[in-house]
């Protein structure tokens, strides 16, 4: 079992930078891969970015390509994602996920979700 909690959502302006945390429970973390997603209010859930359990390798959704990052501190079971260049259109709540695969049809593990608004 992996319990996820994501944190460092808020309200920015277009822009505008925000660096989003998710702190995993188990002394496995290093063992899974991790994912970002986001929903927007009437849309589906959409893929951000994945990274692998070592880290070396990263995965990103063409819309977010070139301003966002995501990375892991292992020692610190937290994966990160840094949101630069923030536009209206990020506007969601983010969740992380956990998963023993790398970009798995379905994640086992997700967190509740941290909000994010970017205004224009």
């Known amino acids: 079992q992996v319990q996820l909690v994501e944190s460092g959502g808020g309200l920015v302006q277009a822009g505008g930078s925000l660096r989003l945390s998710c702190a995993a429970s188990?002394?496995?973390?290093?063992?899974?891969?991790m994912g970002w997603f986001r929903q927007a209010p009437g849309k589906e859930r959409e893929f951000v970015a994945a990274?692998?359990?070592?880290?070396?390798?990263?995965y990103y959704a063409d819309s977010v390509k070139g301003r966002f990052t995501i990375s892991r501190d292992n020692a610190k079971n937290t994966v990160y994602l840094q949101m630069n260049s923030l536009k209206p259109e990020d506007t969601a709540v983010y969740y992380c996920?956990?998963?023993?695969?790398?970009?798995?049809?379905?994640?086992?593990?997700w967190g509740q979700g941290t909000q994010v608004t970017v205004s224009s």
């Open positions: 996920a956990a998963d023993f695969h790398l970009l798995p049809d379905e994640y086992d593990y």
């Open positions: 188990g002394r496995t973390f290093s063992s899974y891969a």
């Open positions: 990274i692998s359990w070592s880290g070396n390798n990263t």
